[in-house]
């Protein structure tokens, strides 16, 4: 009966953490989609649908194309306040987003290049 109690618990402790995990998922997802969306109303246009990087707009923006991939080394090492602080900034051609976007809005959006970044990598470690 103690055993059988012991187990009880224990099923209860599992079902309860998976509830849980799959809700933290849930919003996790959420956060995404709204980095995504706010990634492809103002970013995707020089950066690309994939962050690699538009070849057309590099032509028309002069800079080396490389410059516009995300996905490279580079960026994907800035640290969160370094990349948050050059997306609110701007640098060079790339322009500043303060005047359109809250901080937070900002944060969902490196949250999501952060995303794309983490695929790029592990892409990346196949290669030679
Ligand atoms: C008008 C085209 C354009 C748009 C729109 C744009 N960028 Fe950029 N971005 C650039 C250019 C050009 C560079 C390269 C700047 C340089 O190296 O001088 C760049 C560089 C960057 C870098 C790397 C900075 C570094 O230090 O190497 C990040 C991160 C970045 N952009 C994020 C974003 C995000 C996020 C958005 C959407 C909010 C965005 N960009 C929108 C043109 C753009």
Redesign the pocket.
Known sequence: MKNCLKAMSLLLLFLAGIVSLSLLLTFFKADLSAGRK??EA??E???GDDAKGVLQ?AKN?K?APA??D?TRG??AH?SAPD?TA??TEG?????S?KDYWSPEQIRL??EY?RSLQGKARKVGSHEK
């Open positions: 706010l990634f103002r970013c246009s020089c950066h707009q923006l800079v410059r516009l995300l580079e960026v800035m990349l050059r997306i640098k060079g051609r790339m322009p987003h959006v490196a290049l």
